[in-house]
């Protein structure tokens, strides 16, 4: 090729290539490369509080793009379109109406016609990029944020949604009984106060009035561990094991409310706060040190949303303020470490476990629950999706009251998923649980999809009863007498 034709060629393709890619800079803002800028500062300026701690926001929540703030708007900017947060969403495979990704990538839009509009009227969010059944079906389990490479907080955006539809009195069927009963009752059974105890009735053990008397740990029970006939018998051996190991806890009976975690996060904030403040005006005068609780939903809110100061101000919750808070895994733990609780029998059975979302996802605990379990002598066969991939069982943000629709053909509910990858694991008798809403979803899972006999669903506090029980006549008898 002559000389003069490769310099020629040379020039031109040197002005294609540098007008192409000056082409390609500018058109940056107007593109889905937009992200080649938006995600690195997303990623700089990630939230650095801990998950389960919630911003304070306004309580109408978020109605058109410009109500989130700027750090929302960059999350939204972020997002790389990688479908990451779909593909681990349970609601999105039992076939919701709702992808992560594609609330995000409609957010977007209407950021982007945001920025293009002259006049200043917003669109409504709610009536093109975030229709309210979307929104309603989040769980907030973090799984797509724990999958998210660029940080987008899927859960906290959600939740700003679900505000402003609470506000417009927009809510999801079922919700609305569980919220009155909250307000009215302190409990969304609908139960009274009164009856808030009536689980150590035929106990055989004592349990302290920490109203009255000075403990050592107060054990905040929770609505379903309290009032679920189901859960009953948890709480009961819970309180077994913690007398036989010798521990000073008692319980604050009637003056218990719901911690407010999941009131929180179905976005209802003042609820949320009403409880807040009923909890901290009956922990107030009540001499304790440490706090332990079986819910983890109700520990991610006593750890974060309580213990912690309200933008650097006067604490929210003094009465709880420096008190540590513990999972009562993490108690058990420790009590065995420390020789408290004896192991008279290993058990033997093969069992695999399920990390809640409250206390793996939102607060790092999956040791604490598989050190008991290895104590106990249990072979843990561990399901595929474990730790901080665990398949949540649907029940968090609010979805364990709302009434759902029939799962679409070829689907199944995210409980029904779980305990059929329980299922499929060699020799695996139990499916060990370590949260209230956990026990009661799986329960009734294993009935929809046949697996009676085939699989049983118990709570870690349930095994461990049944290892440290003097005889283990004792344990079956109080277990049996537990359940009439």
């Known amino acids: 090729v002559p000389s003069e034709a490769l310099r020629f060629w040379h020039q031109v393709f040197w002005w294609i290539h540098g007008l192409v890619a000056l082409a390609f800079v500018a058109a940056i803002p107007f593109t889905k490369a937009f992200h080649l800028l938006s995600s690195p500062l997303n990623i700089f300026l990630r939230n650095a509080e801990p998950a389960g701690r919630l911003a304070v926001s306004a309580p109408s929540g978020v109605r058109t793009i410009g109500d989130f703030t700027w750090r929302q708007a960059l999350q939204i900017d972020a997002c790389t379109w990688c479908g990451k947060c779909q593909e681990v969403c349970p609601w999105f495979a039992a076939g919701a109406p709702l992808s992560p990704r594609n609330l995000v990538q409609k957010l977007g839009a209407a950021l982007a016609r945001a920025a293009r509009r002259r006049n200043g009227q917003l669109e409504d969010l709610h009536t093109t990029a975030a229709p309210a059944e979307e929104v309603w079906s989040c769980c907030t389990c973090r799984a797509c944020e724990a999958v998210c490479p660029v940080y987008v907080q899927h859960p906290t955006l959600i939740i700003d949604l679900r505000r402003h539809l609470v506000d417009q009195g927009q809510i999801a069927e079922g919700l609305q009984d569980a919220l009155v009963n ?201 399901m595929p999706r474990n730790r901080e991939n665990s398949f949540c069982c649907g029940a968090g943000g609010g979805r364990i009251w709302m009434k759902d629709a029939p799962a679409p053909s070829g689907h199944q509910r995210p409980a029904e998923s779980r305990i059929k990858e329980a299922l499929a694991l060699p020799g695996v008798q139990y499916l060990v649980v370590a949260c209230p809403k956990d026990l009661a979803m799986f329960q009734d899972a294993v009935k929809t999809v046949g697996a009676e006999g085939r699989l049983k669903v118990v709570d870690i506090a349930e095994l461990v009863w049944e290892a440290v029980a003097e005889t283990p006549q004792l344990a079956t008898q109080q277990q049996q007498l537990a359940q009439t």
């Open 182 to 382: 909250l307000q009215r009752y302190g409990n969304s059974f609908g139960q009274s106060p009164r009856k808030r105890a009536d689980w150590t009735k035929n106990l055989g053990v004592p349990i302290k009035d920490a109203r009255k008397e000075p403990v050592e740990w107060l054990w905040f029970v929770g609505d379903y561990a309290s009032y679920d006939p189901r859960v009953q018998p948890v709480t009961q051996a819970t309180a077994r094991v913690l007398h036989l190991a010798g521990v000073d806890f008692g319980i604050l009976l009637d003056r218990e409310q719901n911690a407010g975690n999941d009131v929180r996060r179905t976005g209802e904030e003042g609820l949320f706060e009403l409880l807040r403040e009923k909890n901290n005006k009956a922990l107030q005068g009540v001499n304790f040190n440490r706090v332990f609780t079986t819910d983890p939903h109700t520990f991610n809110t006593l750890k974060h949303e309580y213990c912690s100061p309200n933008n650097g101000q006067e604490p929210i919750c003094p009465a709880l303020q420096g008190k540590q808070v513990v999972h009562y895994t993490e108690l058990f733990d420790q009590l065995l470490k420390d020789g408290k609780l004896t192991v008279r029998r290993r058990l033997g059975h093969v069992v695999t476990f399920h990390d809640p979302c409250y206390l793996g996802r939102y607060n790092g605990v999956y040791g604490a629950p598989r050190r008991v379990l290895h104590a106990l002598g249990v072979t843990v066969v561990e």
